[in-house]
């Protein structure tokens, strides 16, 4: 095992544990590392249950004596214990893990960060400075976000924000590429000309970069969810992770963008945003007959490519019931569509909200019901950004 930087996640023996009533499972792994550079290096482990790491006998990292709780494996795992060695370039060292199961299902996870080669920040700046532009892809990974735990924090991990300042005065042509599956903060945002959201795109990641970039394809995404100012504005501050692996959801009926404009806080982008090569002009709202047997509302409106390019929008419709007798969300998504649109093209289109679309869940009644109100339409490019407003009434 060559010294480079490694992360290892192993879950084993499930098969062998699934047919005992008590856990009854002890592992012990080795490998010969040689490092290929000298220098600090620092270990880290995460199981569920005890376990050690050890080189050339001497434990470096002692999670057996006791464990903390931590996020890791959907909760179980303990949180990560770490230590740093000195090892030397061209030496062979026994790497050894001991594990015992005791939890859920045994798991365990190791990780080895050597000293870097070269001052790496130093270099990207020496470049930036070189380069008529800069494509800066940063983000997270595995190690961060993953499925049964959420972070814990809105910042990039490591020194990536310090990268990104440095690189962007380095070089004022650059462009912040975010490789992440969640919002984060974005502290450097005012001094960045271009941010692109790229949200773990896979293998073909650099040839789509290569066609936004170079206009061969016109961005059309929106934000699925809201990318708040700061950690202490989310609906789940102040209540996550809970206590013993439960978390109430504090936020009520207000989730995600409805939280945001019921406590009327600022995001830093909101709900449904996204930037295009060119512009569209909403238009013309009319509430019209419902042309649907099951139809309770119908209504038109007419967007407009008014840059010079071609592009596509997606289209949002919100709703908002007006002096509403029960606790409602101040607008709520009901329809949305994507429209293609070439340079100084116009389309209509018709949306038709059934009463299903309108209608809470009536405790009293047990049942879906639909209010006697006045029903506020709003139409535009985001939850943020509904150019176009028009009323109807049921009841």
């Known amino acids: 095992m060559k010294g480079g930087r490694f992360w290892a996640l192993t879950g084993f023996g499930i098969d062998i544990a699934s047919k005992m009533e008590t856990p009854s499972l002890s592992v012990r792994f080795r ?3 040689s490092p290929k550079i000298s220098g600090d290096h620092m270990f880290e482990l995460v199981s569920i249950g005890p376990a050690r790491l050890k080189v050339n006998g001497e434990e470096i990292v002692d999670n057996w004596t006791s464990q903390e709780p931590g996020d890791a494996f959907f909760s179980y795992g303990s949180a990560p214990r770490r230590s740093s ?3 030397e370039e061209g030496k062979d060292y026994l790497l050894e893990i001991e594990y015992k199961w005791q939890g859920r299902f045994p798991a365990v996870q190791i990780g080895m960060l050597p000293p870097d080669e070269e001052d790496l920040m130093e270099s990207a700046v020496s470049l930036a400075k070189a380069s008529d532009a800069v494509v800066l892809v940063v983000g997270t990974n595995s190690d961060w976000e993953t499925e049964g735990n959420d972070r814990s924090e ?6 990536q924000d310090s990268l990104i300042n ?3 005065e380095a070089n004022p042509n650059t462009v912040v590429v975010i490789n992440t599956g969640s919002p984060i903060s974005m502290p450097w945002i005012k001094d960045t000309k271009a941010i692109l959201q790229s ?3 896979g293998q073909e990641f650099g040839n789509a970069l290569y066609d936004i970039l170079f206009g061969e394809t016109n961005p059309s995404g929106k934000l699925p969810t809201t990318f708040p100012m700061q950690l202490n ?4 501050f102040g209540h996550y992770p809970g206590e013993k692996l439960q978390m109430d959801y504090l936020e009520d009926i207000y989730v995600g963008y409805r939280w945001y404009e019921k406590k009327q806080i600022k995001p830093l982008f909101p709900f449904g945003f996204g930037l295009s090569y060119t512009n569209f002009k909403y238009s013309n709202l009319r509430i019209i007959p419902p042309k649907k047997e099951d139809s309770a509302i119908a209504f038109s409106f007419s967007v407009s490519n ?8 997606i289209v949002q419709c919100y709703v908002s019931v007006q002096n509403s007798s029960i606790e409602r969300a101040p607008k709520e998504l009901k329809r949305f569509s994507k429209v293609d649109l ?3 093209e116009s389309k209509e289109l018709i949306f038709e909200l059934n009463e299903r679309d309108l209608s809470y869940w009536n405790e009293d009644e047990k049942s879906w019901s639909v209010e006697p109100a006045e029903y506020k339409i709003f139409v535009g490019g985001s939850s943020e950004e509904t150019p176009l407003e028009a009323s109807a009434w049921l009841g």
């Not at 809105?154 to 020194?159: E, I, M, N, R, V």
């Not at 008014?306 to 929008?313: I, L, V």
């Open 31 to 33: 490998a010969t590392l």
């Open 85 to 87: 060695i000195n090892l």
């Open 154 to 159: 809105l910042g990039l991990p490591g020194d």
């Open 166 to 168: 440095k690189v962007v």
């Open 199 to 201: 949200w773990f795109p």
């Open 233 to 236: 504005d989310t609906p789940a």
């Open 306 to 313: 008014t840059g010079d390019t071609q592009g596509k929008e």
């Open 342 to 344: 070439n340079t100084g």
